[in-house]
């Protein structure tokens, strides 16, 4: 069974041989770039090898092919060719990272140092301009940096919060393509990620890759504006979902049968503990643009929908299903009224599971080998029944994450 077969069978709830594997086929399925550098030496002996950072919002590191056919990956991603800080994936140049991990960066990878050793990086790699995130000295991610102008808000323009949607460059379009054509030839599974269609989701918000930012781009003050404006985001939301179709009609003719899936939003509803918003709230404002979306790949593509939310779902998940929403991605486990076995039980018939393989906030980074190895079992046993399940952590491995445990899950996973 071929990476690309055994994939397509999972999508469809058939059974496989064993559950196809994704590490680094999107921004929410990859892993820290220090713990790639790691498990490279680990698994191929390179000890001078420096790994790409190919998403620096994340820090996440490249998993080329020569890892992935190591590791047993079966699954490819179509990204777009820009960082969340808009800047191209060209150009390579050396950097070692607060920890001592030498890497390889974009050319556009510009930052400033701080007085207290920390680093700041600039939008677009102009220096020229404040800059757009910032890592604390001996830390491992950006934040953002929030640089949302005093608001009018009796006078807010729509226009403000649209900028960074539009018609993707024909040179964009040419690169998924080319990228998932890439995947298909190789006979891997393969995910596109879509531009522009991910309604409100927090980490998009501050809009990291735009020189200048107007309109709402303040966390906490987008959260709020979801309730004290509702119409105001609701009509920002109708005029991105027109563009994200008109997108997705070009995509859909260049990429056609080479994805099988589509990575279309990564907006977060829910904590540990619960959601962010009401059932009624998401059905209410996010929900008639999810249908939209879906109902449209569903209309011009075989591809199967796929859907990122963090956290304590279990209570919308019948409404991602309603929206159209074939995978669910990462299946926080750890977190409440989100069972394995209960989530396979109420939802396996409906929804692939990608994600969930084990806990990456506790088991992975502070278990033992073992531990680590026996939860992979247990959720392998669990949601692999009759196929719908994509190998992956939940979310992304993060740094510092013991190597031993890496490798156990994989040992795991091959056993």
Known sequence: ?????????????????????????????????????KLRQAVLGEKDYRVKVIEPYQMLGEIDDALAEALGVDVAGAMPPKTLFGFANVDWKELTLFDGTDVLVPGDFNITEGPEGDWYIHPQGD??????????????????????????????????????????????????????????????????????ASFGDIALVPAMWLKHTKGIRDVAEWYMATVTHRDFVYRIFEAQCEIALANLVRLAEAVDDDVQAVFTT?????????????????????????????????????????????????????????????????????????????????????????????????????????QVADEVRRRIDIFNVDGGFVFNAIHNVQAKVPIANVLAMFEALRN
């Open 266 to 370: 990564g907006t977060d509803f829910g904590t540990q503990n619960g959601l962010f918003i009401s059932p009624q709230a998401y059905r209410d404002l996010y929900q008639p643009f999810h249908k939209q979306i879906n109902a449209f790949v569903h209309s011009r593509t075989n591809w199967k929908t796929f859907i990122h939310s963090c956290g304590a779902v279990s209570e919308l998940i019948g409404d991602f299903i309603e929206s159209g929403f074939d995978i669910l991605n990462p299946v926080q486990c750890s977190a409440a009224g989100m069972d394995a076995r209960k989530l396979k039980d109420d939802f396996g018939k409906d929804l692939v599971f990608w994600g969930g393989a084990v806990d990456t906030q506790k088991t992975l980074p502070f278990g033992t080998p073992q």
């Open 127 to 196: 220096m020229s301009v404040a800059p757009s995130g910032h890592m604390p000295k001996n830390g491992y991610y950006f934040d953002a940096v929030c640089r949302q102008q005093p608001l009018d808000e009796d006078n807010l323009v729509l226009a403000d919060n649209l900028e960074e949607f539009g018609p993707l460059p024909a040179e964009d379009v040419d690169h998924l393509a080319a990228a998932a054509r890439s995947a298909a030839e190789a006979d891997k599974g393969a995910i596109l990620t879509c531009p522009g």
């Open 1 to 37: 069974m071929t990476s690309r077969e055994r994939f397509q069978r999972a999508l469809d709830h058939e059974s496989v041989d064993r559950p196809p594997v994704d590490f680094g086929a999107t921004a929410v399925t990859g892993m820290h770039v220090s713990t790639v550098n």
